[in-house]
């Protein structure tokens, strides 16, 4: 049996954290005093470090007002989850827990996570939706480059002992697209998320729907070995 590796981007993939992170955003902005950018530029750099989007997002800011962002940022989405628990704040879209299990019961399935979250946002969310063990490899923006720069999956890689060609990044931005090309590994995109499928071109698959997911990733990792 060979081993295979799927590796999940989190937000605009597994759960739709929006409302959060633009109620954050304006609580950020306020704070420094400065005009927030309107919604759809803010959900196009959803993907990256924290420390990478404010100073694109506000680039006449010095790098202790960018600090100062990134830090009002995460105490207003942490008080957003303290307040209303983050499977209310990060729902999980439809299907993917049904998907997600699917895919734990295969025998050569391994999961992992590499995201844009924070060490302390991606425990509270495994542990709000119950997904403690689901993930082997858990990758976080605490301890990499900001997508798409490959460390991430290159770590994945590395704890689950799988090699590129036997591992797909499924994302919803093209961030992940471009981590995942950098690593060598396959790429499927979803719908639902935060880019357009427009900026997915390149994508080895897209799909619409979590039940289309495991079929998906059968086809892309099959047709790699023929």
Not at 185 to 211: E, K, M, N, P, Q
């Amino acid at each position: 049996m060979q081993l295979r590796a799927v590796i999940f981007d989190v937000d605009g993939t597994l759960v739709d954290s929006q409302g959060d992170i633009i109620a954050s955003m304006a609580a950020a902005f306020a704070r420094a005093g400065r005009q927030m950018p309107e919604r759809q530029v803010i959900l196009s750099m959803v993907g990256l470090s924290l420390d990478v989007i404010f100073p694109r997002l506000v680039p006449d800011a010095d790098a202790a007002l960018s600090a100062d962002m990134v830090r009002w940022y995460k105490e207003s989405y942490a008080k957003a989850r303290l307040a209303k628990g983050s499977e209310l704040s990060s729902p999980l879209y439809p299907g993917a827990r049904d998907c997600l299990n699917a895919l734990q019961a295969q025998d050569s399935t391994l999961l992992g996570v590499a995201t844009g979250k924070s060490r302390r946002g991606l425990n509270g969310l495994i542990s709000a939706h119950g997904l403690q063990g689901m993930f082997l490899s858990q990758h976080c923006a605490d301890d990499h480059p900001s997508k798409p720069h490959p460390s991430m999956l290159m770590a994945a890689m590395d704890d689950l002992a799988v090699a590129p060609d036997r591992a797909v990044m499924i994302g919803d931005t093209s961030y992940d697209l471009d981590m995942a090309r950098a690593a060598g590994c396959w790429f499927i995109g979803v719908s639902w998320g935060y880019h357009d499928t427009a900026r997915l071109d390149g994508a080895d698959a897209i799909v619409s729907d979590f039940a289309m997911l495991p079929a998906a990733i059968d086809r892309v990792l099959e047709t790699a070995h023929v």
